[in-house]
């Protein structure tokens, strides 16, 4: 299994006028685009995605639904555990019930990312922090478990828009 971490795109500051519930905080319009462009490239990157999981909160389903328009893939599933804050066990307790084959992406939130991708590569929740609109893949033997992981690349959100804007080569 291929476990990928995408942290979701630049989002509006905080602005409890604007947004009494912080979970409806948007991305920005600038955002938007480099989420878009970011999930381009990650698309390149990763053909054979199965599944993107995502946070309930607005500005994660976004970068994850920009995500699925570029694979041409299912609409994305709402992980609560992947919210802010979220638990690690019932987060790899619904990657187990995945086919060990598969590649998954999570759009989650930091600093909880980057203690996943510690947990995953080192079993500890050792930070490896993700930039907005960044992302990296770990790999498995098997389903996921906590220090079993393989880093299988690290890419700020700069490199996957230049994926993104790469022409084909035959």
Same mark, same amino acid.
């Given at each position: 299994?291929?476990?990928?971490?995408?942290? #979701?795109?630049? +989002?509006? %500051? %905080?602005?409890?006028?604007?947004?009494?519930?912080?979970?409806?905080?948007?991305?920005?319009?600038?955002?938007?685009? *480099?989420?878009?462009?970011?999930? *381009?490239? $990650? +698309?390149?990157?990763?053909?054979?995605?199965? &599944?993107?999981?995502?946070?309930?909160?607005?500005?994660?389903? +976004?970068?994850?639904? =920009?995500?699925?328009?570029?694979?041409?893939?299912?609409?994305? =599933?709402?992980? =609560?555990?992947?919210?802010?804050?979220?638990?690690?066990?019932?987060?790899?307790?619904?990657?187990?019930?995945?086919?060990?084959? =598969?590649?998954?992406?999570?759009?989650? #939130?930091?600093?909880?990312?980057?203690?996943?991708?510690?947990?995953?590569?080192?079993?500890?929740? @050792?930070?490896?922090?993700?930039?907005? @609109?960044?992302?990296?893949?770990?790999?498995?033997?098997?389903?996921? #478990?906590?220090?079993?992981?393989?880093?299988?690349?690290? $890419?700020?959100?700069?490199?996957? *828009? %230049?994926?993104?804007?790469?022409?084909?080569? &035959?």
């Amino acid at each position: 299994m291929k476990v990928i971490l995408f942290r #979701h795109g630049p +989002a509006g %500051r %905080r602005d409890p006028s604007r947004w009494p519930d912080d979970a409806a905080r948007p991305l920005t319009t600038r955002g938007a685009v *480099r989420a878009r462009q970011a999930a *381009r490239g $990650l +698309a390149r990157l990763e053909p054979q995605i199965g &599944a993107i999981l995502t946070s309930p909160l607005e500005r994660a389903s +976004a970068t994850a639904r =920009e995500l699925q328009v570029s694979i041409g893939g299912r609409k994305p =599933e709402i992980l =609560e555990a992947l919210a802010p804050g979220g638990s690690y066990r019932r987060l790899l307790e619904a990657l187990g019930t995945r086919a060990s084959d =598969e590649t998954v992406v999570l759009v989650g #939130h930091e600093p909880d990312l980057g203690k996943l991708a510690g947990t995953l590569l080192f079993g500890a929740p @050792a930070a490896l922090p993700i930039k907005k @609109a960044g992302a990296c893949a770990i790999s498995f033997v098997g389903p996921p #478990h906590a220090g079993k992981g393989q880093l299988a690349w690290f $890419l700020p959100p700069r490199s996957l *828009r %230049r994926l993104a804007r790469r022409k084909e080569t &035959a």
